[in-house]
T-cell receptor, first 114, second 113 residues
């Protein structure tokens, strides 16, 4: 039980579909993150939200659109994805104003784009 | 950009053996974290290190923050089958965006019963 939940756990979508990934943290943290994990690559940071404001967008294609309505919820909206976007998408949360800055991860959403 | 070199990439060991893996960087980090990831799950935090030279244990796991602040190692003693998984190191620097992490590529551990 990590305190960070993600839904759905698995998602198969066609290239013309629109879907959303959801993340919720129950740890009282004020920063949330989206990562992409592909085989044999380091975790790739996609987006960072700090107190609901986006502070980082690591050159992510516009077909990925994040939304952070409050400090406990984070969404990743997906549209017109490509097969190379198939990966494990991980959400994480942490504090940002005080040590420790440890990030806690959710279980991930395994995305397959067909 | 910052990179973490994690080694070995993979290892096969007999149950009961001790394991050692490490992470090195050309940059200084102020925090080192070690995570374990099971198949189909997200990484779980094992140990966090905050001071150069710090040695911290969590059960059979021991990790150290290198004196130069450019490396860290993780040891697992008396391995058991449930230790199987991928172990990631992550470093964190002070400064703007200091709460962001840089990850290694992981060490995949297989334990032979």
């Amino acid at each position: 039980e990590t305190g960070v939940t993600q839904t759905p756990r698995h998602l198969v979508m066609g290239m013309t579909n629109k879907k959303s990934l959801k993340c919720e943290q129950h740890l009282g943290h004020n920063a949330m993150y989206w990562y992409k994990q592909s085989a044999k690559k380091p975790l790739e940071l996609m987006f960072v939200y700090n107190f609901k404001e986006q502070t980082e967008n690591n050159s992510v294609p516009s077909r990925f659109s994040p939304e952070c309505p409050n400090s406990s919820h984070l969404f990743l909206h997906l549209h017109t994805l490509q097969p190379e976007d198939s990966a494990l998408y991980l959400c994480a949360s942490s504090q940002v104003l005080e040590v420790p800055y440890e990030q806690y991860f959710g279980p991930g959403t395994r995305l397959t784009v067909t | 950009g910052q990179q973490l070199n994690q080694s070995p990439q993979s290892m096969f060991i007999q149950e009961g053996e001790d394991v050692s893996m490490n992470c090195t960087s050309s940059s200084i980090f102020n925090t080192w974290l070690w995570y374990k990831q099971d198949p189909g799950e997200g990484p779980v935090l094992l140990i966090a290190l905050y001071k150069a030279g710090e040695l911290t244990s969590n059960g059979r796991l021991t990790a150290q923050f290198g004196i130069t602040r450019k490396d860290s190692f993780l040891n697992i003693s008396a391995s058991i089958p449930s230790d199987v998984g991928i172990y990631f190191c992550a470093g964190q620097r002070n400064g703007a965006g200091s709460y962001q992490l840089t990850f290694g590529k992981g060490t995949k551990l297989s334990v032979i019963p």
